[in-house]
Every structure is written in structure tokens, then in C-alpha cells.
């Protein structure tokens, strides 16, 4: 349910970021934010510069040639990541060419044999491309009428969504991750015996609405979450029964559900989930809002689930008819809210378009803690491929990597650019002059976070990591560091207004640019790039937490080291002039240690996806609280040291303290550490 999401890495290997964000969302939000959320694949980019490949000839897309293919690929990279195993299925032309196992579903304790990975008989959940199926009800409650796509929820809902701004929020806006809502990360996945409530989930602390309706891409699980209870409203049935009788059982996936735990009939065919392949097996998890990314299902029902959404019958009926299914698979938003992102990549209603040397491919990627998959389709093409993995694997990027590898190997090798075609992004033709080329690089120039983030609590200072640099290259180029969807840095080309695409790839990015200030860089279907505030740059922000950290770390481990002095040499305590501000100043640079260190831990703990209490929050939140009150104690002490002439190591000193302390405060209060809500 994750997206991977995807959230975007970061400019170095220190920077791996949303890319493979699962329980690694290597910082935090975007680990977080991966969990349940879809990853979006990428080719490795090419060095600056460079020459894209020759098109070649494509492969004959057959059953053998594809699992020749597959069989020289995956044991050998499964082996290299450390992934216990993997479930592949490829459709075309109305039926399933191949359904393959690689690896265990079942590693073996003991004397138990390990279990090889069936394709048929082994459930693996899909994380976010459940919300494939959430869509699909979604539109079938619009094909008949019970749900209007442009219609304000609220008609629909039995509660109230908090709301920042006056414009509805529509289910088209859930669908295409732009109804404007903060990420979440609390209770996202939960452990075996958790209850599942949906609308529960949905009412008990909300996410805030933080971009207007339709305006900014930032993928959401709440959001799709929402769209899941709209089909529960709209129909009468819980979400899982409906989608069981209405989208499972048309699509003939008669081994698939998105109940929790599994229903006895399938609990014994689950796959093992595993960090990697050593490890021992996890439980089974628990998605906490199911339309979001609860569904378990084996390759061959996923295949079934392709052919149904290129327009084969393969169930008991018909998914969509033939103009919704269009309708679901067309971007869904248009320049009227996106503005010039709308030449950039765009959400259908559910779809990722992740189009590759020229052909159209629709998909969508998804990440529990261990389970990684994707599924992409080539509406024009017929053709459908589905990969998921049962492990992350020794590094946080590997399953990440090991899916692009397979679904990027499977467009070049069977759909490649052909020779005469202007495929994107291979050989840029600029329709924008260098001058103005020039002008537009100019405003691009900066530093910038991912749209997918949040903005009303601690969290907010998950801003700080993963961030992309933009600087101007070759006079009119923009170098992205790192690359939108990478670790490595890349070169962009403005090919037309306000678009830009990658030197030697096919990735493109649409910048919006409101009364000379760039608003925002759109670059994958439900994520964005927005410009940092100068007063949040990471260069002024880290140095004045790290001074300042440094400085009541050294105040505070001189207290000992003076007291034993002053014991030792015999020397008389301190004057009790000014001593209620000094016990005052010490008790704040000691709740402002504290506090410090209770953020550290506590975000450590929600990266791994572990729920920190709300008691615990608010007595870090009182730690820092009274390190920021300080700063009163700490100027009564300075004014009294300056006036009775105590020295210069003490004026030295008291400056330091204070100005630590208030650098600290100032920290706190940009990046809401004091803020009342403290959902996440």
C-alpha cells in the first residue's frame, strides 16, 4: 500500500530515499510512506550525456522466449539480493503467456524442507496495487450511476474529512492523489490479531489538507483509502465483500481477497514474507485501511486481473465496459488544475504512466514490509507484465532495483524503440529557444523537497532528508541532484515550454511558474517537487541544530568536569547572585538534550514502521518546551553576568548557551516539534 514510494532517494548513497522505502524509506517519511505504497519503476540513468542505445530488434514475445528470459534472469539475481523468491506472470493477446515461480515461498526451519515459490498456489501481497482494485470498484459504482467522479465527497461520507481550503474534493481527486493531503504513517501496518476498521482508520486522526484540491500530485494512501469507503457508502457492502463479488470474482481470481487474516480456505497457500532470505519468516501483516493495499493474491489470478483490464473476459463478466475502462485508463487531470504539470507525467484514474520507448504503459507499484510488486500494462500492445517479491533483500534498494531490472528488461527487450521513431526523451528535439531555454533553467535553480510529505507536526522535519538540488548545466540545462527517482544525478533538456527531459533517458519533468517563482516540478504521475523556504535550507538548518547541539553538550558535560575541579582544588562554590536563573538555564539545556535525543529515537522507531505512544510524544514535546522557555533564564543570566563583570569565560560562556538554546527553539518551533497534533 505503500507507493513508493515511493517518496524520491536522496544525492549520494546516503540519500537512499523513497526509492525503495519500505522499512527503509532510508529517512523516515519516505520509509514510511513506501510501506504501503506503490514504486514506480526506473531505469538506472544514463551519465550525463551520453548516447541513448541503438533501437534494437524486438524479441519474439512468446511463451518460451519469455521464460528463457526470465529463467537467465531472476535465480541469479534473486541469489545476488538476497530475496527468498519471486512470482512472475506476462499476458498477451487474451491470454496468460507464462506464470513463473523463482525461489521459496518457504525458506525451511529445521528439518523442514523449503518450499519453492508455485505461481498458482502461493498468495503474495501486492501492497498499493490493491489500489488498482479499489479504483475499478470505484469506477463501476460511476459506470452505474452511484458514484459521480467530480461530485464533493462529502455527499457520500458520513464524516467529515478536514478540509484547508473551500474547493471540493472529488473522488477523481482521490484517484489521482491530488485531494491535497499530508502523508500518514501511524498504524499504517499493523501485526497479526490487529483489528481492521476502515472507516475507524479514516475518522481517528486524519491526515491535514495541505495543497489545494487538484493542484499538486502527492501520492496519498489516505486519500485512496477514502475512495475505498466511497464504494462502501455507494453499495451498501463492506469494501472487502464488495470488491470480493464484484472486481475478484468477474476477473475470475477465485484465489484472491483483501480479507485479513486470510480466510482458511488460502491461509495455508500465503507465501512467508522475509527481510531477506536468511531471515526468519514474518508474520502475516495487517494493512490498516485494506483498499489501500490489503489484497493477497497469486501470479496467476494477477494475470487474470491484467487480461480483465485490457478488455478480455476472463471472469464471470466484464470488469468496466469498454468506455470506462477508456476513461480509466486516460490522464485524468487536465492544465485547468495542474497547470503546465500537466505536460509532465500524469495520473489516469489509478494508473502510473510509466510509457518506455515510445509504447504506452499504464502501472502501478506496491510495498508492504517484505512483499515488493508491480504490474504494468501496454493498453495498445495487449500486453501485461506482474512481478512480486516475498523479501526486500540484503541492501533497502534491492528489491527496488531487481523489479526495474525485470520490468525495464521486458520493454527493451520485446518493445524497444524502433528505428524511426522519435521515441522520448532518446533524442531530444528542444522546441524552446537557448535564450529563453536559458531564462527558464534560471528560476528552476534551487533546492527542493517531495510533495509527499508532512506539514502539521514533528514529522515535518522529515523535509530535511531527501532532498533534490537543482542548478543550471551547459548554460540552459538543469542538473537534478540527484535525479528524480535516482541516487546519481542527471542532465535535463527543455524540449518545450516548461518541459524538460533527460539527457541520453526518457524521463520528463514539467515545472509550474506562478508570477516568476517556480510553484512546483511534477516529475512521476502522483509526486512532485516543491521549492524549500530559504529559513528551512538544509545548510542553514543542520549547521545551527548541529552548533547548537554541540554547544549544550559540551555546557552540559562541564558540569561534572567543574564540579570535580572545584572539589579538588578547593575552591568556593559560586556566588548566589544570579543562581535561580542558572538552575533555570541548566534545567532547559537539559530538557533540550533530552528532547533531542527523544525525537531521534522516536523517529527511529517510526521509520521501522513501530508506533510510538502518544505519552511518549508529548513528554519529548514537554522536554522541548521547557529547552525553549529557557531562553529567558539563559538572557536573565547573560544581563546579570555583563553587569557584575564576571568575566569574560562567563559572558563568553552565557552568550553561547543562549544563543544554543535559542537555535534550538527556533528549530523547534519551523519544524512544529511544539505543535498540538502530533498524529503521524
Known sequence: MIHKTVTRPRATRSRSRRVRVGAALATAVAVAATMVGCGTPQSAPAPPGSAPPAPAEPAALTGANVNTWLDGLLPAALARTGVAGASVAVVRDGETLTARGYGHADTGVGDAAAVPVDPDRHLFRVGSVSKLVTATAALQLVQSGKLQLDTDIGEYLDFTVPRRYPQDVTLRHLLTHTAGFEERIAGLIGATGTDVDLRAALINDPPEQIYEPGTVPAYSNYGNALAGYLVERASGL?????????????????????????????????????????????????????????????????????????????????????????????????????????EGPRMTLGYFDESRNGHRILGHGGDTRYFHSHLQLYPDDRTGIYLSLNSTGEGALDSHELRQAVLNGFADRYFPAEATQQVAGTQPVADVDPATAAEHAALAAGTYESSRAVRSNFLTMMGLVGRTTVSVADGNRLLFEPAPLSDSPALYEEVSPWVWREVGGQRTVAMRVTDGQVEAISFDSAFALLPVPAERDSALVLTVLAASTVVLLLVALSWPVRAIVRRRLGRAPRDRAGRTARILTRVAVAGTLLALAGWAVSLVSIMGLQDVSATSLRVVQLMQLIGLLGVLPAAVRLVDDIRRRTGWHRITGGVAVLLALAGTGWFAVEFMLLAPSISY
Not at 465483500?241 to 500465503?270: C, I, K
Not at 507465501?271 to 490489503?294: L, M, Q, W
Not at 496467476?300 to 468496466?320: H, I, K, N, S, Y
Open 238 to 342: 463492506r469494501f472487502e465483500e464488495y470488491v470480493a463479488s464484484n472486481v475478484l470474482a468477474r476477473a475470475g481470481m477465485a484465489s484472491s481477497t483483501f480479507e485479513q487474516p486470510l480466510p482458511p480456505h488460502l491461509s495455508d497457500r500465503m507465501s512467508n514474507g522475509y527481510e531477506r532470505a536468511g531471515a526468519p519468516a514474518a508474520p502475516f501483516e495487517i494493512v490498516s485501511t485494506p483498499p489501500a493495499g490489503a489484497l493477497s493474491a497469486p501470479a496467476t489470478d494477477m494475470a487474470r486481473f491484467m487480461l480483465a483490464q485490457l478488455g478480455e473476459q476472463v471472469g464471470e463478466a466484464p470488469l468496466l465496459d469498454a468506455p470506462t475502462r477508456e476513461l480509466m485508463q486516460r490522464p485524468a487531470l487536465d492544465a485547468t488544475s495542474l497547470g503546465t504539470l500537466a
